[in-house]
């Protein structure tokens, strides 16, 4: 009888012995290649790597045969990065000075400079819309301020539906044009 080959994903000496040493020859780079994967940037593969390895040898002897060591390895790996992760996010929440965790914190409206800045803003497209041809204003303003449909436009100016789109698309290159002007 021929023996039965190891499956691909694991070599032959690590089924038949597992120690730790071994398993970390075999599996460290994979390891630290799959924590650099699940951390990012902000995780150091090498640390997870050690943590992992550290983890297999308390749990080694509880480690079921039936299973691929590399599932076992990835879920143990898994789990430290995203310890990891969350501890960092805790961290760099709860170890920040007051006023930097204020500053993180959403407002309850808009600051008084978006206000200001949306103000500017709705002042400025109003004299773009002044200086535009009332043809062309009305459409614009009915489809992109009002939101109503073309079919409603149409109704409410007494015009055709192909009318209304052609206008709307000459209002949008009035307006842009005037805006640019506007901007400079």
């Known amino acids: 009888m021929k023996p039965k080959p ?10 038949s ?8 020859r075999v599996h460290a780079r994979r390891v630290a290649a799959w924590a650099a994967l699940l951390g990012g940037p902000n995780v150091d593969p090498a640390d997870v790597v050690q943590e992992v390895f550290l983890i297999v040898h308390r749990r080694l002897e509880s480690y079921r045969r039936d299973a691929a060591i590399t599932s076992w390895l990835y879920g143990i790996t898994t789990n430290v990065v995203r310890n990891r992760r969350r501890s ?8 920040q000075p007051v006023d930097e965790m204020a500053d993180q914190l ?29 043809k062309y204003r009305a459409p614009l303003m009915l489809f992109e301020i009002q939101g109503l449909s073309g079919e409603e436009i149409a109704q409410l100016l007494g015009l055709k539906l192909p009318l209304v789109w052609v ?8 307006f842009r044009a005037l805006l640019a002007e506007e901007e400079t």
């Open 167 to 174: 206008r709307l698309k000459r209002a949008r290159e009035q």
């Open 6 to 15: 190891a499956s691909s994903a694991e070599p032959r000496e690590e089924r």
């Open 17 to 24: 012995s597992l120690d730790v040493v071994s398993l970390y």
């Open 106 to 134: 959403p407002a309850a409206g808009p600051t008084p400079i978006e206000v200001l800045e949306r103000r500017r803003m709705s002042a400025m497209v109003y004299r773009v819309l002044d200086r535009m041809h009332e």
């Open 88 to 95: 960092a996010k805790l961290r760099r929440w709860f170890g």
